[in-house]
């Protein structure tokens, strides 16, 4: 039942959103700050709020220019500012074509700490590009954390498609409607200035809405393994079965978190919302060997440190806390995935007995932080083992629980085993 009272309450909430826009729309509108778009624009309100946040602004000669189209460079700007991801000023540019003295490097190097943004997939970011509307639903389905349960879909994004899942939350969160003559979302098409703006304050609206608290509330924090982010391309005939839809709980899984990544985010996503219980899962990304230091992304000795004063923060606040291990990955496939981008990764990890070993040594540290803080676990590695038959490569690719492409991630069925090891706590756990 926690499931569809989950999905109802999702449902509700859209329809709201969806109402308050159109009904925001009928009020008479204050007088225009932009001499391009007035009461009579349909995205006058919209363009106003932003501005009125700080969240935008016009061009020098007092304009707007409503339907000129959005470059990647300006969509991460007023997208990280209407998320509230602040600008970082790391010392080396992650992109060759975006210097650190360029307007817009903070918040491009914020997306993409954040895993929201990948690039082009050739090492370049294209900020003078102009953005589609497929992208632009994955980075604010991505900056807002946004999730979909919808069964009903436009009639150009279908399942298998890469932006199905970003559009579809979209849609459920009241933020689109799509062009409702065909039913049709258009993701290849350009997005205008006004667009932008009509949705980046929808989803503002969306998130002032949805973080009101809730006493019974329950958060699965963690990594893509939590957010289930690759399902859609991975696995399109499951691109929903990410373990906490699965069990009814909201999703603050963020792809590529380490803990440390996690705890810039983890007193706006955990603390701030004062839930019930949360289930936490990390450390798959904290071991991963950079070939550049040849060091771990996190030590061992700092990865049980942020551990341990997350939930210490969170104890302090009365709210439960469930620590997962993580899955036991296939190293030889993980080893093939990676070989192309760093030839010497298996040496990589020679000295510290293999990925699968130090994977699993991070996963030692989890039990013993749960073990020391007195807080439940729930050991996913063991639970995987032992319906794999054992932990070699060849039993877990044989159990369908790990995908067949890195060896790294939860298939559609390890998700399903996470979320009724999820399901029976919650059932167990007194309302």
Not at 71 to 95: D, E, W
Not at 114 to 136: C, V, W
Not at 381 to 393: E, R
Request: hydrophobic share 40%.
């Amino acid at each position: 039942m926690l499931l569809k009272k989950q999905q109802l309450a999702k449902f509700f909430i859209g329809l709201l959103s969806i109402t308050l826009f159109f009904s925001m729309n009928t009020e008479k509108a204050n007088a225009a700050v932009l001499k391009d778009i007035n009461e009579s624009h349909w995205a006058f309100k919209d363009v106003q709020s932003l501005v009125e946040k700080k969240v935008l602004s016009g061009y020098s000669d007092g304009s707007f220019k409503p339907d000129q189209a959005v470059t990647r460079a300006q969509a991460a700007k007023v997208i990280s500012l209407a998320a509230g991801i602040k600008p970082l000023k790391p010392t080396n540019a992650s992109y060759p074509d975006v210097a650190t003295d360029h307007w817009a490097f903070g918040y491009i190097e914020a997306l993409k700490k954040a895993g929201i943004i990948h690039g082009k997939g050739n090492g370049f970011y294209g900020p003078d590009e102009s953005l589609t509307r497929g992208q632009m639903a994955k980075i604010l389905t991505e900056s807002f954390k946004l999730t979909t349960h919808s069964t009903n879909y436009f009639k150009d994004v279908k399942p298998g498609d890469w932006v199905f899942n970003y559009v579809m939350a979209l849609r459920d969160s009241g933020i689109t409607v799509g062009y409702s003559q065909d039913n049709t979302y258009r993701p290849a098409d350009i997005v205008t200035r006004a667009q932008l703006a009509a949705f980046a304050n929808r989803s503002m609206e969306w998130k002032a809405t949805e973080n009101t608290p809730s006493p019974n509330e329950i958060i699965a924090f963690g990594d893509s393994n939590t957010s289930g982010s690759y399902l859609p391309k991975e696995f399109p005939n499951y691109p929903d079965y990410n373990w906490p839809s699965l069990a009814g709980i909201v999703n603050a899984g963020v792809s590529g978190n380490t803990t440390a990544s996690a705890l810039k985010r983890f007193k706006q996503d955990v603390l701030d919302r004062t839930p019930s219980t949360v289930v936490m899962m990390f450390g798959l990304n904290d071991a991963l060997i950079r070939a550049d230091t040849k060091q771990p992304q996190v030590s061992e000795e700092q990865f049980e440190q942020n551990m341990t004063y997350m939930i210490s923060q969170m104890k302090a606040k009365k709210i439960e806390v469930v620590l997962m291990t993580n899955l036991p990955v296939n190293e030889t496939l993980y080893y093939q995935s990676q070989a192309a981008q760093n030839p010497t990764i298996k040496q990589l990890y020679a000295s510290r007995g293999g990925l699968h070993a130090w994977e699993e040594s991070y996963n030692d540290i989890i039990r013993k932080v749960a073990r020391i803080q007195n807080v439940e676990l729930m050991d996913n590695y063991l639970n995987a083992v032992k319906k794999a038959g054992g932990a070699t490569d060849v039993l877990i690719a044989k159990s369908g629980l790990v995908d067949p492409l890195l060896g790294f991630h939860w298939t559609p069925r390890g998700h399903m085993m996470v979320a009724q090891s999820v399901q029976a706590h919650v059932q167990d756990t007194p309302k």
